[in-house]
């Protein structure tokens, strides 16, 4: 049987990040962390999950980013071997005015996480977003009004905590907007206890659920543990965390490295190479020869023949890794219209507008297009391969079919 194929474009990205080693995590805050005792119901949350889980906390009653900077905290972080260190500050002082927080939090925050990528190169800093207080902060409503409700103080907390994850390199666990999906979805659910602020049994769950979606990047459907909720509560829970976290994973994520290869120039054997990265402080290149080069954006690489390679890019961020494969042609092809039934091959239309056929005598054959300065632009297999060129502005195109290179032009 004939199959015929329509290529894609191609483009091929590998992003690794926590990896499944069981991570010893480190949840510096206060009592919000420490009521319910949240790290070790992270830890029984892994466990119904089949993970396993090493905790550390250091959470004195009403802490401060700015205490930590000087208390326990630092002693902790700077003992080394944390994958994780969740940083939790007090429950008001990043809702307060802009100015405020950027003298009491913002450089408290930078302190903490400067001092886990110093001591843990590998570690991820993941901020813990808590929420607003039941009815809002009614005794700092006076000198800042958006505080006066919980929708209010909520908002500035997640603005706040979203700034502070993003300008510090770190991951970000919304366990506020996790609450709040849950007072608009499930307003039964009592998330506070009887003082408005700390949280029961079921937002500390809640909590619990959010973090383990970071940590493992699991579907918190699956979890099993309950703490004693109804099942109705503890599915309502997860569901919300599902929703919030889990949906959006990459949201919460702290950014990884993001490589692409684009070439510059292409003369004769040698090759201009660019690396276009994000989020990137190291970069490794495989030129597909056996050559390889470290550290520059820009890399000019000459061939000893003429032939087909296929060059590797590895960027690197804080042990994250984002690699990149390019195929490219290099050398005097002499590539030519020549015989279009030569070695079994048809090409049809050749020029073309839109659209071509390719058709060989092998059945899986291995069909690939490329631009004239050797860059991949499509690939796919088949004994009919039908082309599609609409995207490509008009010009002169090389099609390899297995071993065999031909020429095709747009029109």
Partial sequence: MKHRLILTLLWTAVFSAFGQEAPRVLFIG????????????????????????????????????????????????????????????????????????????????????????AHNPCAEPMFYMTWGHQNGDSQNAQFFPVLGTYEGMDSMLALRYVQTAHDNDASLCPVGRVWRYIRDNYSDIELYASDGSHPTVAGTYAAACAFYVLLFHRNPAEISYNPGLTGQVAQEVRTAVRKVVYGRLEQWRRSGPQAMIGIEERDGLTMTLRAHTHFVDSLWWNFGDGVVATQDSVVRHTYASAGSYEVGLVAGRHCMNDTVMLQVIVGDTNLSLGDPEARGIT?????????????????????????????????????????????????????????EIRKVVKR
């Fill in 347 to 403: 090409i049809a239309p050749n020029p073309a507008s839109d659209r071509f056929t390719v058709s060989t005598e092998y059945p899986d054959a291995d069909v690939q297009l490329y631009d004239n300065r050797g860059c991949r632009l499509m690939s796919g297999s088949g004994s009919h391969v039908l082309v599609d060129i609409s995207p490509l502005p008009p010009g002169v195109y090389m099609l390899r079919v297995g071993n």
């Fill in 30 to 117: 206060n009592s919000y962390t420490n009521v319910n005792n949240l790290p070790q119901m992270v830890v029984q949350v892994a466990e119904s999950m089949g993970e396993t889980l090493s905790v550390e906390s250091n959470t004195p009653g009403g802490c401060t980013f700015m205490q930590h900077c000087s208390n326990q905290s630092m002693e902790l972080i700077r003992q080394g071997g944390w994958n994780v260190v969740v940083l939790q500050e007090q429950s008001q002082n990043p809702s307060f005015p802009q100015w405020q927080v950027e003298q009491d939090v913002f450089p408290y925050a930078a302190r903490l996480v400067d001092s886990v990528y």
